[in-house]
């Protein structure tokens, strides 16, 4: 895992950010090996004279055996399209391919140096180190990717300087020293940047899905609460229509209760006729006056006392 990215950041967010790392370090290595491709035909073209050439071609075949074999390593990442922690077996598989390329740049220090032409023995130091700045260009994204490369690629053919011993090439040793120095710091510089930048977005990114997400609880919430509004504008509507329909009945009824006709108090009463006298003084018969005064209707009839003392012959046949 790579170290750069800070502990306070969440889980999440580092594996994201490596995810984007790794994504974009396989995006770019098609850069690199079409330059080692072109390197190695190169290289093989000017050392052709000074070199055995069972060498230069057993040399050539490694390195374009490495090459294939990334290449299919690139075309089945981009095919798969690995997320999540998985990733990081890409980036280990990565970290094995520039490796090998980068013992495959070391060989040449040690048994592809033209000993009897000093002019052709600087093909490989200016070769090895263009190839490894463009690495660390290439590469910076991952670090262990382009440190492997950098350091396996360049302290042979510095040691190498080193060994013939004149004052000129341990100069040019010191120097490739110093440049590995160098492009470490630089890689690390711009290793930082690029982590600096896609932590940065992804951090931007979840922020505004958090922020889609909130504006669409609250939408829904302002939904909710309009919906609510609504039932209780129709409540109140309804309410008002009862309301209405309650003062009307009520209307109604006070109406209706101002015209029913009561009888309340004391009503002189005959003791021996039943008759009731009127509010004019005059002598009615008790249903008459409870007529006058309500909405009682009498039906008449005889009880069977008053059958038996009225007509008591028709009583007694019945009886029988």
Not at 45 to 52: A, K, N, R
Not at 185 to 202: D, E, N
Not at 255 to 263: D, G, H, S
């Given at each position: 895992?790579?170290?750069?990215?800070?502990?306070?950041?969440?889980?999440?967010?580092?594996?994201?950010?490596?995810?984007?790392?790794?994504?974009?370090?396989?995006?770019?290595?098609?850069?690199?090996?079409?330059?080692?491709?072109?390197?190695?035909?190169?290289?093989?073209?000017?050392?052709?004279?000074?070199?055995?050439?069972?060498?230069?071609?057993?040399?050539?075949?490694?390195?374009?055996?490495?090459?294939?074999?990334?290449?299919?390593?690139?075309?089945s990442?981009?095919?798969?399209?690995?997320?999540?922690?998985?990733?990081?077996?890409?980036?280990?598989?990565?970290?094995?391919?520039?490796?090998?390329?980068?013992?495959?740049?070391?060989?040449?220090?040690?048994?592809?140096?033209?000993?009897?032409?000093?002019?052709?023995?600087?093909?490989?130091?200016?070769?090895?180190?263009?190839?490894?700045?463009?690495?660390?260009?290439i590469?910076?994204?991952?670090?262990?990717?382009?440190?492997?490369?950098?350091?396996?690629?360049?302290?042979?053919?510095?040691?190498?300087?080193?060994?013939?011993?004149?004052?000129?090439?341990?100069?040019?040793?010191?120097?490739?020293?110093?440049?590995?120095?160098?492009?470490?710091?630089?890689?690390?510089?711009?290793?930082?940047?690029?982590?600096?930048?896609?932590?940065?977005?992804?951090?931007?990114?979840?922020?505004?899905?958090?922020?889609?997400a909130?504006?669409?609880?609250?939408?829904?919430?302002?939904?909710?609460?309009?919906?609510?509004?609504?039932?209780?504008?129709?409540?109140?509507?309804?309410?008002?229509?009862?309301?209405?329909a309650?003062?009307?009945?009520?209307?109604?009824?006070?109406?209706?209760?101002?015209?029913?006709?009561?009888?309340?108090?004391?009503?002189?009463?005959?003791?021996?006729?039943?008759?009731?006298?009127?509010?004019?003084?005059?002598?009615?018969?008790?249903?008459?006056?409870?007529h006058?005064?309500?909405?009682?209707?009498?039906?008449?009839?005889?009880?069977?006392?008053?059958?038996?003392?009225?007509?008591p012959?028709?009583?007694?046949?019945?009886?029988?």
């Amino acid at each position: 895992m790579n170290a750069t990215i800070e502990t306070t950041e969440s889980p999440d967010i580092t594996l994201k950010v490596h995810e984007a790392q790794i994504r974009q370090l396989y995006k770019q290595s098609w850069i690199g090996l079409t330059g080692i491709f072109v390197n190695i035909v190169l290289v093989s073209i000017i050392l052709w004279e000074v070199i055995p050439h069972w060498k230069l071609l057993l040399w050539s075949s490694g390195m374009l055996l490495v090459t294939v074999a990334r290449s299919i390593l690139i075309v089945s990442f981009h095919r798969k399209s690995p997320s999540g922690s998985g990733i990081y077996r890409w980036a280990r598989l990565h970290v094995a391919g520039t490796t090998a390329s980068g013992v495959m740049w070391a060989l040449p220090s040690l048994f592809l140096w033209p000993s009897h032409s000093p002019l052709h023995q600087m093909v490989w130091p200016i070769c090895i180190v263009a190839v490894s700045a463009s690495a660390v260009a290439i590469y910076s994204t991952w670090k262990p990717s382009y440190i492997s490369f950098l350091v396996i690629s360049t302290v042979p053919v510095s040691i190498r300087l080193f060994s013939e011993g004149r004052l000129e090439y341990t100069a040019l040793g010191f120097l490739g020293l110093f440049f590995i120095g160098v492009l470490i710091q630089t890689g690390k510089m711009m290793h930082a940047a690029i982590v600096s930048s896609f932590s940065m977005s992804i951090r931007n990114e979840a922020l505004s899905s958090v922020l889609a997400a909130d504006k669409a609880k609250v939408e829904e919430l302002n939904g909710q609460l309009q919906e609510e509004i609504a039932k209780r504008t129709r409540s109140q509507e309804e309410l008002q229509l009862k309301n209405k329909a309650l003062e009307r009945s009520n209307h109604e009824l006070e109406v209706a209760l101002a015209n029913v006709k009561q009888l309340s108090g004391m009503l002189p009463i005959c003791a021996s006729c039943k008759k009731i006298r009127n509010d004019d003084g005059y002598w009615e018969q008790i249903e008459a006056y409870i007529h006058d005064h309500s909405d009682i209707e009498f039906s008449h009839g005889i009880c069977p006392e008053c059958a038996k003392r009225l007509y008591p012959d028709f009583t007694d046949r019945s009886e029988d």
